[in-house]
């Protein structure tokens, strides 16, 4: 049975549409879009170039059109409203919520965004995108809808129920009725169910829950979305600095926020520079990937020439050579582990979490137990196994020993002093960090064997 | 201004609670936990040991305790329920909703369950519970929770009412009514919104929307987040293979869902084989991070008996060794960077994703265009800057591009062989596969030297 029942999204259906495209066949085009959802929709006309996918907005409904334009991806979206004039894109954005409006008009200049703002026919949606537009992208204002239902705490059930009715345009899902005062502060909020359940003249003042956890516009993304899956919400108000009721966050805003932060995280620790996807062209994966790689490649021949210095120890030692890509590979793992165990406590903010000083020790004792177990594990190989002289064992076995210690210590400090400086911590397990270790690792390495080996 | 009004979680508190605990001061227990969010009491309680946690729960009301149980850590849960008895649980699963209930019975032992569920009073929640059980925890069906609100199709607002009134208790978050015929095939979905704004003898065959976005209970969670984030949804219909309503996935279990596998695929390709945290204590980080690390261990003295066959070769070109951590540096980013973007495209299962051919095929150009760019700066530095002969700047610079392409070759297809066979395919870019990565470098940087120096 199909999981998905409204319609099937095929490269059969991707070929029809642009046949009918190119035969100008508008009755085809409108009937096959009937009641497809709005997602779909835009994911076939990321797959359309340009011009096909604005002559298939062209012919739907403004409110249709704009609900689409909202669903695509960044790339199709900033194409489509560069072409596009700023009365046309303004009737689109006239059929959004605000938040969505901001969105867009956000990724535009400022010249042609103001040209569109001035052509909205609805005054009040042009103030409340002006609004949103003042706040950041990702703290709780720019995340934020104008369009939501307050009630007065003094009103009863029906006018609550008239002014749901008045509002039901605009604001497409409810979820909660949010409660203020005269003086629009926010004081609770009453459910749909409770509205339906209650007799008609109940006053709003007994019946609403006093208990509401809101958040202040200048929150910031991550911590919102905390907020709303630790507690369970699906929509969550947001008060400005007086705890006046400003705006409305809804779950599916935040759903797409976590998707993008988790690519960010994972991108910032691969090393892959812009927002790229496998579906991107040859040239443009290319661009993305090769800086990260040159860090790497150049922390490598800076990595040959410190090498070089101790040419003429190798020369005697020429095994000393055959356990470099094992402390380098060491130093590595335990740095991107390290990283990670403190990149994951940084997101999660508890007030239970340990103070600097006591993840401090704590990571050093983690460190000499791995270190003593690992180095104890190698110098047993090398001796016993690879039959080195135990001196030579002993090289080996103190060098990892102090390679975990050190990369230890470096993949726990740089993620917090990253995250102080307002840098995404993630990168801490990210090529240039791990280049800069593997020189350090080098470094010590040798050290130890000239130390030891009296080289 | 507090961002959360509702409670201020503080080491303080928890030193109070701690002392309310032994001195039994039942009264100043109830009284502090008062209104205070259920979140937030689990993360107090999952701060203290298992008895004084079970004392403050026994003190509470059976359905704000079963509330504070669900938010519980799932090592302190299962602690708790491990010491509690089976009517004691039963009392407390009685005031849950079904999936909660069954992510909580899943933790215990068959026969310690099936107590539990024998001392249930509401019978009509343990068929419930057992029916949950039956389903993969992971999937649609395991997601899912039997309370929601249906409505037949041929029933008027007033009787649809009638029915939301009856189930207010059991079903906390209302969201869509779902609209059913006689059969319980799902039909479509009414807004409660639809419901307050229509008059009462409206019949819902009337109002119902019939595009609605259901899954079948086999479906993994992880594309029923997906969908859940694409089509905007707070809550999803499950149906059984008859396309029968069988249960409801509510939006905050997708978030938590979430959460759990990006923490998962953060920690497979970091190598760190537990469920941990940074506030855990030093035995256990330690023993779940020096598996992998031995792995990369195991990986590197591999690589240094590989090393070892090239002696002689390296002591007459001692300057070999200064560039084997360039050469295993390199694989190891390139690898990481092409099976992270795979993972990434592997998750999104859009069906304009390129065929496995193409895919091959692009990937192959983008390691040619990295591993010329890469192999021709290398040779240029080694030449040029370092000053070696031509000959060796080649070797370099060959073994270079070799190895981009190998690693490019492995990190595309391990994920895609691991997907297949249903394994996370976040774990490529982790420390087993890293490390073969490194070994087959080293191979490939020898042999070119082997043949490029006559060795």
Not at 119 to 125: A, G, T
Not at 430 to 435: A, Q, R
């Amino acid at each position: 049975m199909e999981p998905i029942k409204t319609f099937e999204l095929s490269k059969e259906y991707l070929e029809s549409l642009r046949e009918g495209i190119e035969l100008l066949d508008n009755e085809f085009i409108k009937q096959s879009l009937e009641g497809v959802n709005v997602a779909d929709i835009a994911a076939i006309l990321d797959e359309l170039n340009m011009d096909e996918a604005i002559y298939v907005l062209r012919l739907l409904d403004h409110s249709f059109a704009a609900d689409i334009l909202i669903e695509l991806d960044e790339d199709s979206l900033v194409k489509v409203i560069r072409e596009m004039d700023p009365i046309e894109l303004a009737a689109l954005i006239d059929e959004m919520e605000s938040d969505d409006a901001a969105d867009i008009l956000i990724l535009m200049p400022t010249k042609e965004r103001e040209d569109v703002i001035s052509n909205l026919q609805v005054k009040e949606k042009s103030a409340n995108i002006l609004d949103l537009l003042r706040y950041d992208e990702y703290s709780a204002g720019g995340l934020m809808a104008k369009e939501f239902i307050k009630a007065n705490k003094n009103w009863n059930v029906i006018q609550t129920i008239e002014e749901i009715r008045r509002q039901a345009e605009n604001v497409e899902k409810i979820y909660s009725i949010y409660v203020v005062d005269n003086r629009q502060h926010l004081l609770g909020r009453v459910s749909l169910k409770k509205i339906i359940l209650a007799s008609s003249d109940t006053k709003i003042s007994d019946i609403y829950e006093p208990e509401l956890i809101s958040v202040p516009t200048h929150m910031e993304g991550e911590e919102v979305a905390e907020i709303m899956r630790k507690y369970d919400l699906e929509s969550l108000p947001v008060v400005n600095a007086k705890n006046r009721l400003v705006g409305r966050i809804t779950v599916d805003d935040i759903l797409d926020l976590i998707r993008e932060q988790s690519e960010e995280d994972i991108q910032a620790m691969t090393g892959i520079s812009a927002d790229i996807e496998e579906s991107d062209s040859v040239f443009r994966i290319s661009k993305a990937r090769l800086p990260w790689l040159l860090i790497g490649v150049i922390g490598g021949l800076m990595g040959a020439k410190i090498i070089g210095l101790f040419e003429d120890g190798l020369s005697k030692y020429i095994a000393l050579a055959s356990f470099i890509p094992l402390v380098a590979a060491t130093g590595g793992n335990v740095g991107i582990q390290s990283s990670s165990l403190v990149v994951q406590t940084l997101a999660s903010k508890s007030v239970f979490n340990d103070t600097p000083w006591q993840r401090f020790i704590k990571g050093l004792m983690i460190a000499l137990v791995n270190g003593l177990v690992l180095g104890a594990f190698v110098f047993s190989v090398v001796v016993f196994i690879y039959g080195f002289e135990s001196i030579f064992g002993l090289t080996i076995g103190l060098a990892m020993f102090c390679v975990v210690l050190l990369a230890s210590f470096m993949g726990t400090v740089t993620p917090l002093v990253l995250d102080k400086f307002g840098i995404n911590p993630a990168i801490a397990s990210g090529p240039f960090i791990t280049t800069a270790n593997d020189l350090l690792g080098l470094a010590v390495y040798f050290g130890v064997a000239m130390a030891l080996l009296k080289l």
